[in-house]
């Protein structure tokens, strides 16, 4: 398991089909997103992390398109703001938590990836 604050470089297994590399993570992160009456936060644990896209656990899902406003902490303490994601799935895993995958809707620039490592 990684020590909190630090991501780890994930290997796929035969299964898994993406061609990104995964940073796997155990942070806490908070991700904001609106209804119709305000901006509402959940904190997630963030699963894994990729230049295209994150996926975090949750004690409650999302729906496929909602779109979340998402903090991610950096190796220097602080965090990346702004990073804007869309629900792509969201699916029960351990622990009664769900896995809720995520697409950026910009991909992490390399200066903003290279913050994570």
């Not at 991610?72 to 009664?96: C, F, N, W």
């Amino acid at each position: 398991m990684s020590d909190p604050g630090t991501f780890t470089q994930g290997t796929t297994s035969g299964l898994d089909r993406r061609v990104s590399v995964r940073l796997i993570s155990n942070q806490e992160t908070p991700c904001h997103y609106a209804t119709l009456h305000r901006i509402e936060s959940r904190w997630a644990k963030i699963h894994d992390l990729s230049r295209e896209g994150i996926a975090l656990l949750l004690q409650k899902p999302f729906s496929a398109g909602q779109t979340l406003f998402i903090e991610v902490p950096t190796k220097a303490g602080d965090s990346l703001h702004g990073l804007t994601a869309r629900v792509v799935h969201a699916r029960l895993h351990e622990e009664g938590n769900y896995l809720i995958g995520c697409v950026f809707l910009e991909n992490l620039n390399e200066k903003d990836y290279q913050a994570l490592l």
